[in-house]
């Protein structure tokens, strides 16, 4: 009798230790609140699907603001570099310095060959480029033409300070970080002449204090 309740105690049991495995087995799946199934391991492939979708889509966009940001760099550039003429030929008309006049010059030349550069490089990348001043470097340029002889040419040292400053740091960070490789390289093109322009109309200033 002993014996037998022995072997029936160890059938329930495995029984039970079956009926436990069975259970651990659908574990996975969870009741929702509307009483509908959901299984957790087809959530979490869901779940890996749906990052792997999110962080695809901030590529993409994060790839679409740095073209932008390549686009906008271009864009300024050329009105910038149209400034820079203009205020060059204003220059070597009007100042009465010999440096500010040749340096006006050298603005008129180097600037036309690199926004002849840029207008190529704007072309093969479908972007179109401001084609007239923006009304920032329009009122710099009647500022300047309204100056008097004698203090048009520390004016126009002082612009070209500032401008070449903001330059170089634009064209410096463009060299660095920009997204195109053409871009990359006419920003790390053109940054050693701006560079130049810089130390020299410095170089003028030092010389007129």
Known sequence: MTEKFICLLIFIISVAGL???AKNSYSTNSTTANGSTYNSEFGNTSNTAYNSSNAMTNSASNAGESASDDNDFMKEAAVGGMAEVEMGKLA???ATSADVKKFGQMMV???TKANN???ALAAKKG???PTDLDS???ATMDDLREQA???FDKEYVEEMVDDHEEDVAKFEDEAKNAT???VRAFAQKTLPVLQKHLDAIKSIQAKMK
């Open 117 to 119: 550069d840029l207008k």
């Open 19 to 21: 009926s436990s495995c």
């Open 180 to 182: 195109d490789p053409d």
């Open 136 to 138: 920032s470097h329009k």
């Open 127 to 129: 972007v179109t480029l």
């Open 109 to 111: 030349d180097d600037h």
């Open 149 to 151: 002889a004698a203090d």
């Open 92 to 94: 070597a008309t009007k």
